[in-house]
């Protein structure tokens, strides 16, 4: 049985162990530093093969005039806390040596008793220069990927010849202010647009200057709308314009802005159309006044596009404010 008055501590390896052992053998820089003016007294073995001085120049030189300017204040008030705490203080800094080394460290710090009056300041130093290297490298990397995810989004949400919202995206939006008005009685409207006679510009100028009308129609479009609107091209020679929180009759002056716009802007080869200038057909519909679902509200807005076509073009038509108009099974042009 052992004695009852032995010291527990005294079976403990790490209490038989000499410091002088652990300091030579770390792999990591050790410095014994003056706590009066932070000048070296001692360097480990490691210091040498980590921070490329030699610890003939290591010793007596002041660790603060390793580091930034910018951080040297806020370094020396972490050593002085380390000094007065009991356990370590653990923090991180950039260190440009004698060697004209810059590394960046993990400093470990903090005192270290030599005898009863008599002590240092213990600096244990980590070189995690490449684990930061690595950390902005992934940085960057994600940035690139949020980049690139911004762009993919855009890619699938944007039409890609007007910069306009796509199909796809207008109906997602359609479908939306659908549930908005089921759940909140918002009404909406919206404008169905067709550029007249596109067929024959397209076969009088080629389809490059067709391309180049779309995008022009496009960009009134965009100068046209209101930032709560949503204008989108639909397909072919075919937009669109979702108005929210907006009735038939708004929505009317709108589309009206638009198609006067297009027909007094001069567009390249206008004078080559049958009405003299370009110019586009448009239908106008809105919830609840023309019905509830997208199906609905598309269908009339269509349909009022297509009288205008079928009366004289280059006009904004409401849905039902005309006379029935039974489609041919292809509209013209």
């Known amino acids: 049985m052992s004695d009852s008055n032995e010291n527990p501590s005294s079976t403990v390896p790490s209490t038989k162990a000499a410091y002088s052992d652990l ?3 770390m792999l990591d820089p050790i410095l014994l530093v003056s706590a009066n003016d932070y000048k070296i007294v001692e360097s480990n073995p490691a210091c040498e093969r980590v ?9 007596g030189a002041c660790v603060l005039d390793w580091v930034d ?6 370094f020396e008030k972490a050593l002085r806390v380390s000094m007065r705490r009991h356990h370590p203080r653990v923090f991180e800094s950039v260190w440009t040596l004698p060697s004209q080394k810059t590394l960046a460290m993990e400093v470990l710090a903090g005192g270290l008793k ?5 002590q240092v300041l213990q600096i244990i130093a980590r070189d995690i220069t490449f684990k930061k290297d690595a950390e902005k490298r992934l940085n960057e990397l994600v940035e690139q990927l949020k980049l690139a995810n911004t762009r993919l989004e855009e890619l699938s949400t944007t039409d890609e010849m007007t910069g306009l919202n796509n199909y796809r995206y207008f109906r997602k939006h359609l479908e939306n202010e659908v549930l908005r008005f089921g759940r909140y009685r918002i009404p909406f409207s919206l404008i169905f647009i067709d550029v007249d006679h596109f067929k024959k510009y397209n076969d009088r100028n080629g389809h490059p200057a067709g391309d180049q009308l779309l995008r022009e129609v496009a960009k009134i479009m965009r100068s046209s709308v209101r930032n709560t609107d949503f204008p989108a091209r639909y397909g072919g020679e075919e937009f669109a314009v979702l108005c929210p929180n907006t009735c038939p009759q708004d929505a009317y002056v ?3 802005r638009i198609r006067s716009t297009i027909a007094g802007a001069g567009l390249p080869h206008g004078e080559g159309q049958p009405l003299g ?3 586009v057909s448009i239908g106008v519909s809105g919830c609840p006044d023309h019905g509830n679902t997208a199906e609905n509200i598309l269908e009339l807005a269509d349909q009022a596009l297509y009288y205008a076509k079928s009366t004289t073009r ?8 005309h006379p029935p108009v039974v489609k041919a099974e292809k509209k013209s042009a």
């Open 23 to 25: 300091f030579e053998r």
């Open 277 to 279: 200038h370009m110019s």
């Open 254 to 256: 709108l589309a009206e």
């Open 114 to 118: 030599l005898g009863e009056d008599e």
């Open 69 to 74: 300017q910018s951080t040297r204040e806020e």
């Open 51 to 59: 921070l490329g001085v030699e610890p003939d120049l290591l010793k």
């Open 314 to 321: 280059d006009r904004v038509t409401i849905a039902l404010s």
